[in-house]
C-alpha cells in the first residue's frame, strides 16, 4: 500500500512570525512616545492660555466690582491673595489644570506676591511666566508689560520671551 503523500500548507515560519511581533513593537513604542510629547505639549498649551485667561478675569471683575483687587500666583493656578487688605478678584481665580488628573506643570515667575489690579481692571503689576513640562520642549511665557499691564503669549527661547506666529 503506498502512503499518500502529504502537501504543505502555506504558511508562515516561526522566524518570520518573531521579526513581525518584533516590527510591531517598535512601531508601537514610538507611536506611544509621541503620544507622550503630544500630551506634554497640550498641558503646556493649556496652562499658558489658563494663565492668560486668570488675567482677563481678574480685569473683568476688577472693572465689574469697581474697585481694585488682586490675585496671587502659586503653582496650581491664579488664587486668592493671602494675608492681604486687598481683596481677591471675583470668579477670577482659576486653576491651571482644570480637569487634568496629574498636569504636571511647571511655573516659575517673577511676579510679585500679589498682582493687583485697578478699579477700572488695569494691571498695576508686571513679570514673566514660564510655563513647561516634562516630556516636552516647549516653553511658554507670557509676559505683563507696564504701564498698561498688556499681556502677551510666546515661546521661551535664549532667555527671553520670543513671539511665536503658532498663536
Not at 490675585?71 to 480637569?99: K, M, T, V
Amino acid at each position: 500500500m503506498a502512503r499518500p503523500e502529504r502537501q504543505l500548507q502555506p504558511g508562515f515560519t516561526l522566524v518570520e512570525l518573531l521579526v513581525v511581533v518584533a516590527l510591531l513593537g517598535l512601531l508601537t513604542t514610538a507611536g506611544l512616545a509621541q503620544i507622550g510629547r503630544d500630551f506634554a505639549r497640550e498641558r503646556v498649551e493649556n496652562a499658558s492660555r489658563r494663565l492668560a485667561l486668570g488675567l482677563e478675569l481678574g480685569r473683568v471683575a476688577a472693572s465689574r466690582q469697581g474697585r481694585p483687587c488682586g490675585l496671587r500666583l502659586s503653582a496650581s493656578g491664579w488664587q486668592a491673595p493671602a494675608g492681604s487688605n486687598l481683596p481677591a478678584c471675583q470668579d477670577a481665580q482659576l486653576d491651571l489644570a482644570e480637569g487634568v488628573v496629574d498636569p504636571a506643570v511647571r511655573i516659575e515667575h517673577n511676579l510679585p506676591d500679589q498682582v493687583r489690579f485697578s478699579s477700572n481692571g488695569l494691571v498695576l503689576d508686571g513679570g514673566t511666566v514660564r510655563v513647561a513640562a516634562a516630556g516636552t520642549d516647549l516653553v511658554r511665557c507670557l509676559v505683563m508689560s507696564l504701564p498698561l499691564g498688556v499681556v502677551r503669549l510666546g515661546r521661551w527661547q535664549d532667555d527671553s520671551c520670543r513671539p511665536d506666529a503658532a498663536l
